[in-house]
């Protein structure tokens, strides 16, 4: 399974293992953090290959 990262704004990197743990704990980081709902595109769409 490819592992990807997402660098957030705050200067956060998180990185996953998988499409779908890539998307949760981004969309976590964004509510915790930033209260902001994220959908699975737009995380993806910040993706990039490690
Ligand atoms: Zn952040």
Do not use: N, Y
Not at 31 to 42: G, S
């Amino acid at each position: 399974m490819a592992t990807k990262q997402v660098s957030c704004d705050c200067g956060k990197t998180i990185r996953e293992q998988g499409d779908d743990e890539l998307v949760k704990a981004v969309q976590k980081h964004a509510r915790e953090v930033h209260k902001m709902d994220l959908t699975r595109e737009q995380v993806l769409s910040m993706a990039q290959p490690v």
